[in-house]
């Protein structure tokens, strides 16, 4: 099992930026995000895979940039352009060979 910490997270404004980042207790395959907004299912963001190209949910494409540290075990998650709707609990997970671990979640609200 691998142990996942975030950090970053906050409030912004519309607009605005915010940067999360994920450090993971070892190595695994593929290394992103999700998020759930009250009241909606989990959603993914972004994620990459090792030797793969960046995935993202199109709500986010061009203003969410996802990059990993493959030696330091760590993915971040760039936030621009802010919108209320990315207002949500956003966790940091791994999937390798099946098996998936979760982040505690970290709290991201856009508010004027």
């Known amino acids: 099992q691998v142990q996942l910490v975030e950090s970053g997270g906050g409030s912004a404004q519309p607009g605005g930026s915010l940067k999360l980042s994920c450090a993971a207790s070892?190595?695994?395959?593929?290394m992103g995000w999700y998020r759930q907004a009250p009241g909606k299912d989990r959603e993914l963001v972004a994620y990459?895979?090792?030797?793969?190209?960046?995935i993202y949910a199109d709500s986010v494409k061009g203003r969410f940039t996802i990059s990993r540290d493959y030696t330091k075990h760590t993915v971040s998650l760039q936030m621009s352009s802010l919108k209320f709707e990315d207002t949500a609990v956003y966790y940091c997970?791994?999937?390798?060979?099946?098996?998936?671990?979760w982040g505690q979640g970290t709290q991201v609200t856009v508010s004027a």
């Open positions: 997970y791994t999937n390798h060979l099946g098996v998936i671990d």
């Open positions: 990459i895979s090792s030797g793969g190209s960046p």
């Open positions: 070892g190595s695994a395959f593929t």
